[in-house]
């Protein structure tokens, strides 16, 4: 009976401690669609991303505003939230995947892991399956993150119309980068 | 028993909790609880800055400016000999700036009278939501007009005050959506000089200035003035402009029909001399060419 209650007591403590999390509310992600027939660049940065990472699993999670971007030229800021992302219908982009090689990462040795990313990016109200080279490098013990893949803007049914076609590229290129904190429960 | 009974309460327990915390998709983005709603602005409660005479509750980013250039053409029912009113044509010159997220100055030159017209325009309230927020815009204007022509009768003694004009206008505007922006502006003439003893120099008006969205890019958009105190007996009419906004990236295309010629408050609210009910209709546009002066810096 005691041993029984024991038994659980130890099983509760264990779930909640092994869940290794780690999280940032101040990841950067970069935004390009800069084609090579454009005549501006079409870049953005958004410095005010989500991001938790559950170390014991892989498992990878970001959220970010889509009004948090910041463009050089307020127009295309503009034209960014209000003809091409419907920001007020759809505010937010999220990813969700795991980190394919955690297994392999040892979180308390220093060093820079190259790793596969492997998940679902939902924007626009569209959701598609996302494949991102990632670095993850530990650095006296602190973790920080940089991924680097393009997503095809069709995917998301982002139209681009036909008079302003070859002045934007087709695929948008999205970096990130972020340094995590541990989460405390 | 009782302690049978004990055992399998605490089985279901544990088993109840394991299956709570497998069964759920992991979210992890929850455990960071949601963040605290920020106040935001509503924006882009019509495509640029003015409906199609009328100032709009819209405002310019800081750090740009929008070069204006707008034709009112002459009457549609003059037929084929006048090519429908082409042959005739009416134009104003702007530069807007905008300095800050709510506000901004401009000027410009008409070729009716000559006249250069400046003015600024201020939001204290912008529609936003959030904590805090307002449920509309609330913006004043504030301008000057500046008649360039030669003194009808330069025999007198004139002032140079005199071809002055000022008015006043508060502008009260909801985007009630995505679609749909509607706005009020109580709006208050001033003229130093009237042709007239009987003219009043103090001329008050109405106006109701709307955008009904049609796809992404292009609108529908309706801009009246109706003057309530001192419209002058005959010959005047109250200005009504009916048109499209299409915008195409860095322009806003606004093509419209309307009874007024003028450009300016002063001009279109006190000198509107064609009337819709007799076809005097006119087509014109105003074309808007955003460029950014000061970009924001990134910092990569």
Redesign the interface.
């Known amino acids: 009976?005691k041993n029984?209650?024991v038994t659980?007591f130890a099983?509760?403590a264990a779930?909640t401690c092994l869940g290794q999390?780690f999280?940032t509310?101040n990841a950067q992600i970069?935004f390009d669609a800069t084609s090579s027939s454009s005549p501006e660049r079409i870049?953005?940065?958004n410095r005010t991303a989500?991001c938790?990472?559950?170390t014991k699993?892989g498992?990878?999670?970001f959220?970010v505003l889509m009004?948090g971007f910041?463009?050089?030229?307020?127009?295309m800021?503009?034209?960014f939230n209000?003809?091409y992302m419907e920001s007020?219908?759809f505010p937010k982009a999220?990813f969700?995947g795991e980190i394919k090689d955690n297994d392999d990462i040892n979180y308390s040795k220093d060093g820079i892991y190259p790793v596969k990313v492997k998940g679902k990016l939902t924007m626009h109200g569209e959701s598609d399956d996302v494949d991102a080279e990632a670095k993850i490098i530990i650095l006296n013990g602190k973790i920080s993150a940089a991924a680097d893949f393009t997503v095809k803007l069709s995917d998301y049914k982002i139209s681009i119309?036909g008079?302003?076609a070859d002045?934007i590229s087709k695929t948008a290129r999205i970096t990130v980068t972020c340094s995590l904190e541990p989460?405390k429960? | 028993m009782k302690?049978l009974l004990?055992?399998f309460t605490?089985g279901i327990?544990?088993l109840l909790?394991?299956m709570s915390?497998f069964a759920q998709d992991?979210?992890?983005?929850k455990?960071?609880g949601d963040d605290n709603e920020k106040k935001?602005i509503i924006?882009?409660a019509f495509k640029s800055p003015r409906v199609i005479n009328s100032h709009s509750m819209e405002f310019l980013?800081?750090?740009?400016m929008d070069f204006r250039i707008l034709h009112r053409f002459g009457q549609l029912n003059q037929g084929y000999k006048n090519f429908f009113g082409l042959d005739q044509a009416s134009m104003r010159m702007g530069f807007d700036f905008?300095i800050l997220q709510n506000l901004m100055v401009g000027l410009g030159r008409s070729t009716y009278k000559k006249e250069l017209d400046a003015f600024i325009k201020y939001a204290p309230i912008r529609q936003s939501k959030g904590p805090w927020s307002s449920p509309v815009t609330f913006a004043l204007v504030s301008g000057i007009t500046m008649d360039g022509t030669s003194w009808s009768d330069p025999s007198r003694k004139n002032f140079f005050t005199s071809r002055l004009a000022y008015y006043f206008e508060a502008i009260i505007g909801r985007k009630f959506s995505?679609a749909f922006s509607l706005q009020v502006s109580p709006t208050m003439v001033h003229k130093n000089l009237v042709p007239f003893e009987t003219d009043p120099n103090n001329i008050y008006a109405v106006g109701v200035g709307g955008r009904l969205k049609l796809s992404?890019?292009i609108a529908i958009t309706w801009d009246y003035s109706h003057v309530i105190i001192g419209m002058p007996d005959s010959g005047y009419y109250n200005p009504l402009s009916v048109g499209f906004d299409i915008?195409?990236?860095?322009h806003v295309f606004q093509l419209h029909f309307s009874n007024s010629t003028g450009m300016n408050e002063r001009a279109f609210i006190t000198e509107t001399t064609s009337n819709w009910m007799k076809g005097e209709v006119r087509f014109g546009f105003n074309l808007s060419r955003?460029f950014?002066i000061k970009?924001?810096?990134?910092n990569?």
């Open positions: 009976m029984l209650f659980t099983v509760f779930m999390k999280y509310k970069n870049e953005a940065i989500t938790v990472v559950d699993n498992n990878i999670q959220a009004k910041a463009f050089e030229r307020a127009l800021e503009e034209h209000e003809n007020d219908k999220e969700k119309p008079l302003v002045k989460l429960n | 302690n004990f055992r605490l327990v544990v909790f394991n915390l992991p979210d992890l983005l455990l960071l935001e924006r882009n980013r800081p750090g740009t905008g995505e992404k890019r915008e195409t990236g860095g955003v950014q970009k924001k810096k990134l990569n």
